[in-house]
């Protein structure tokens, strides 16, 4: 009786025995074979029917960590086809003209990234002297497809600006937005006057900066004015850059009726149309567009923008317009676009 009890015992142990080796067998043969087994979606199967590169998920191009990840060399295939790529377009000014505005609103573009500071590295010396490989690493990742662009509104009247940027790229695309001059400097002045108000500082009116109290003539020296007086800056960029190579976008437009503004310069990028109607929605609270990026992402503009402007002396109004005039006038001719300016 006990040797047959130890029979079924051993006959139990070398089934259980070679169920184990095979087991074991099965395992090796499977990691050896991993590495030669091909994913289920291949990044071939991520590109279009002529072989362009579909659009990326936008969130990738901010993922936190990607540049500690590129340091330590531990980068995936997905993230090493990120760079800092420098701009191939940026948006030179004007202050107040609606320079955050149009950022925001190209950055609807999936081809479209964005730098989200003002880096103002060919305005600032000091920034200028840590060289161009400093202000590469300020750019976003992007792929090689898209377009970076960033925005330093003081590039405009900054005069060493056109030569710094000619020096990096003498082909960048340019973009500038300007508003009615007249309101563009009240605007200016009511951005300055927040700032004191909010350190409980005094500031002077806009009349007695905008008007010489000596001559009763119109203030050239105060910088306010010497912005909005567009043609003067814009020849000093020609002297590096063709027209061609500048966009003119209507700010005022761009807060009304933003959509068709955006599909010129959509166009003057060379970039496939993509934002429509869709991606801009009117906030009656707000007072003007916002922005959908899609069903559940909407952004609007920061509420410091759409500050109400004191109450300026009408003829003070008509002489800086009746001042603006023949400037408007040349700037006109020179970029080809007519505003509705007085």
Not at 97 to 104: D, Q
Not at 276 to 286: E, G, P, V
Request: charged share 25%.
């Amino acid at each position: 009786m006990l040797f047959k009890q130890q029979a079924l015992l051993r006959q139990k142990l070398l089934v259980l025995g070679s169920l184990a080796i095979g087991s074991l067998l099965y395992l090796v043969a499977r990691v050896g074979s991993l590495d030669r087994l091909q994913p289920l979606c291949p990044i071939d199967g991520r590109f279009g029917p002529h072989g362009q590169e579909e659009i990326p998920l936008r969130a990738l191009q901010f993922k936190r960590g990607l540049l500690h990840e590129f340091r330590k060399g531990n980068a995936t295939k997905e993230q090493i086809r990120l760079h800092n790529l420098l701009p191939k377009a940026i948006i030179i000014g004007v202050r107040k003209g609606g320079t955050r505005a149009l950022l925001e609103m190209l950055n609807l573009h999936p081809a479209v990234v964005k730098a989200s500071q003002e880096i103002h590295f060919f305005d600032n010396d000091e920034n200028y002297a840590k060289g161009i490989e400093w202000y590469r690493k300020k750019m976003p990742f992007s792929y090689p497809h898209q377009i970076t662009i960033e925005k330093s509104p003081a590039y405009f009247i900054t005069e060493e600006v056109p030569e710094r940027i000619y020096k990096m790229n003498s082909s960048i695309k340019l973009l500038i937005i300007v508003r009615e001059p007249t309101t563009r400097a009240i605007s200016d002045y009511t951005q300055v006057l927040e700032g004191k108000e909010r350190k409980n500082k005094t500031y002077y009116k806009f009349e007695k900066l905008a008007i010489d109290p000596n001559t009763c003539e119109v203030n050239t020296k105060y910088k306010a004015v010497r912005t909005s007086i567009y043609t003067k800056h814009l020849e000093r960029w020609l002297k590096y850059f063709p027209i061609e190579q500048f966009h003119i976008v209507d700010g005022d437009r761009l807060i009304a009726e933003p959509l068709p503004e955006l599909q010129l310069v959509e166009k003057f990028l060379n970039l496939p149309p993509r934002i429509s109607q869709y991606n801009l929605y009117f906030n009656a609270t707000r007072g003007f567009y916002c922005l959908r990026f899609n069903i559940v992402f909407n952004k609007c503009l920061a509420g410091s923008k759409g500050r109400i402007h004191p109450e300026v002396d009408t003829s003070v109004i008509t002489k800086l317009r009746k001042f603006f005039h023949p400037f408007n006038q040349k700037f006109y001719q020179i970029t080809g676009r007519t505003f509705n300016w007085p």
